[in-house]
């Protein structure tokens, strides 16, 4: 073997067809020359490509890319292009340099020969094809896992009663969080692409929810708190909802009291002498039971009051078993979505 300057011997122009930046790799000044006739340039290449990304499962997408070899002034005719080392050499001699080199992770790298070399007058050429996998630790720490939480709690906030705290308010202030948190998040989130990524659909879907949620709540809120001046409940409606989607959410109607208000009549009897002040007590007696009666009316409502905040009680029920049902479809079909691409 013979280190020869290169300036000494003719050297084909191997360029890369995806560069998107100048070579800034150090210059080697010697190439060495077997007694073959062979010679091996070792000269490092430092190479800024641009890469097509396909970002529809991101953050668990997967990158092909291509490396093309070839020379700008020599056809096939006057140099043939020969691959050096393996598939394997090569991916194992990649993955040496790339294993600390950010997010992405180099899995596999195929060669073909372009076909056009066999052709006279054409350009030899040699196509790498690099396979990329994201490492998406950062981005399910960062997005997925605090929006599970917030979707978490917001189904939770289901159980709060209506008649005690204000679930609307509640809701209100975690769909303003969620807003804030997507807005500093934003920067995580690809901006390129022809299609539209899985974790915005996520997104969405989880903002739609909790804006679901809200409006279920407020048309909920209303039922319980305006069914003093509503109407009487329509006989389809009150077989509908209080028979049937009653039994549907294992919320059975309320059997009626069977409670009642007995009055004794002071008449029968032996008739006592009569008196001033038993008289006064008596009137007193009835004034308070009077009273009495209307206090537990005004607190039990009307009938059709009782049956309208039922109707809202089912309804609320209900809601809530169709919210559950499509988080569960929504988010099972997105992760099956995501594993089937990382997974392939």
């Known amino acids: 073997i013979v280190s020869v300057p290169r300036e000494q011997l003719w050297v084909p122009d191997i360029n890369i067809a995806e560069y998107m930046d100048e070579d800034k790799a150090p210059k080697t000044p010697y190439v060495y020359l077997y007694n073959t006739g062979h010679v091996f340039d070792d000269k490092p290449l430092r190479v800024v490509s641009s890469c097509r990304l396909v970002i529809y499962t991101f953050p668990f997408d997967i990158q ?7 020379p700008y002034l020599h056809f096939a005719t006057d140099i043939r292009m020969i691959q050096g080392l393996t598939s394997e050499e090569i991916l194992n001699q990649s993955q040496d340099v790339l294993q600390t080199n950010g997010e992405w992770e180099l899995t596999g790298i195929s060669v073909a020969p372009s076909t056009l070399a066999l052709h006279e007058g054409s350009y030899s050429e040699i196509k790498y094809y690099i396979i990329l996998r994201r490492r998406p630790v950062l981005y399910v720490v960062n997005l997925l896992i605090p929006s599970c939480f917030l979707i978490t709690v917001d189904l939770f906030s289901f159980l709060l009663p209506l008649q005690t705290v204000d679930r609307s308010s509640f809701k209100m202030t975690l769909i303003l969080g969620y807003t804030v948190f997507l807005l500093i998040m934003n920067d995580l989130l690809p901006v390129t692409g022809e299609t539209t990524p899985l974790i915005n659909v996520f997104f969405s879907i989880s903002l739609a929810l909790m804006v679901g949620s809200l409006l279920e709540t407020v048309l909920i809120t209303n039922i319980q708190c305006g069914s003093s001046q509503y109407s009487a409940v329509p006989h389809w409606l009150s077989i509908l909802v209080l028979r049937y989607l009653a039994v549907v959410v294992f919320l059975p109607r309320k059997k009626k009291s069977s409670q009642h208000t007995v009055f004794l009549n002071p008449s029968l009897g032996v008739k006592p002498p009569p008196e001033p002040a038993l008289d006064e007590l008596r009137k007193l007696s ?29 309804i609320d029920r209900l809601l809530f078993g169709l919210y559950i049902v499509f988080i569960a479809v929504s988010f099972i079909t997105i992760i099956c979505l995501w594993s089937k691409h990382y997974a392939a």
């Open 64 to 70: 092909n890319c291509s490396l093309t070899f070839g």
């Open 286 to 314: 009835r004034d308070l039971l009077a009273i009495r009666l209307q206090v537990d009316k005004h607190f039990q409502g009307s009938e059709t009051s009782q049956e309208w905040q039922m109707i809202g009680i089912v």
